[in-house]
């Protein structure tokens, strides 16, 4: 069963908006994983945030989580057309579940 | 550093056939993971190494599908018979800590005919 769902499951911008994705999950976690997976390659790591932080910041990504409402958010700034890919959130106390993933297209 | 190296990168079989997928994982990495991703889902685990014993496999299907790690590092993944729906990419993992970062090779696809 999937432990983290992301909202939406497919989003499509213009270059330059900003991309925000939601995940959602249903049990306590350690910490809550991001990442993209660019057409037919492997999944890349983007940020982890750890369950007793609520905001971290890397580089044109921010990643908020709200353990009450066991969801995190995943926003992309300014965003380029190489940033078309999946994203998918990870969770899991032990084993690392990943949910359906939000698929991006971002038009030049 | 090199990344996971996973092979082939392709496989077309028929079902009823044998296949093995290899992995390779990062040097020093203890945590191997497999997953398979069906198009268009989220990567499923299927087993889960700490160093060359199991540490999950509750989701492997374990009359056709078998896995090992050989010494703690390589690992290979064993499906025997085929059915349609394996028909799937093939996702090794490995991280240095249980529950950190995981990094992912470049998967094998197959192609149950």
């Known amino acids: 069963s999937q432990q983290g769902e992301e909202d939406p499951q497919a989003l499509s911008i213009q270059e330059g908006e900003n991309a925000t994705m939601n995940c959602s999950y249903k049990?306590?976690?350690?910490?809550l994983q991001w990442y993209r997976q660019n057409s037919g390659r492997g999944l890349v790591h983007l940020i982890l945030?750890?369950?007793?932080?609520r905001e971290k910041h890397s580089g044109r990504l921010r990643v908020t989580l709200d353990t009450s409402k066991k969801s995190s958010s995943l926003l992309i700034t300014a965003s380029r057309a190489a940033d078309t890919a999946s994203y998918f959130c990870?969770?899991?106390?032990?084993?690392?579940?990943f949910g359906q993933g939000t698929e991006l297209s971002v038009k030049p | 550093e090199a990344g996971v190296a996973q092979s082939p990168r392709y496989k077309i079989i028929e079902k009823r056939q044998s296949v093995a997928f290899w992995c390779n994982p990062i040097?020093?990495?203890?945590?191997l993971y497999w997953y398979q991703q069906i198009l268009g889902q989220g990567p499923k685990l299927l087993i889960q190494?700490?160093?060359?014993?199991?540490?999950?496999d509750s989701q492997l299907p374990k009359d056709r599908f078998s896995a090992e790690r050989l010494k703690g590092v390589d690992s290979t993944l064993k499906i025997q018979p085929a059915k349609l729906e394996d028909s799937a990419v093939y996702l090794c993992?490995?991280?240095?800590?249980?529950?950190?970062?995981?990094?992912f090779g470049e998967g094998s696809r197959l192609t149950v005919l």
């Open positions: 990870a969770t899991g106390g032990g084993k690392l579940i």
């Open positions: 040097s020093g990495h203890a945590t």
């Open positions: 190494f700490q160093n060359n014993g199991v540490v999950d």
């Open positions: 945030i750890r369950s007793n932080e």
């Open positions: 049990t306590s976690i350690n910490n």
């Open positions: 993992a490995s991280s240095l800590l249980d529950r950190g970062e995981l990094f």
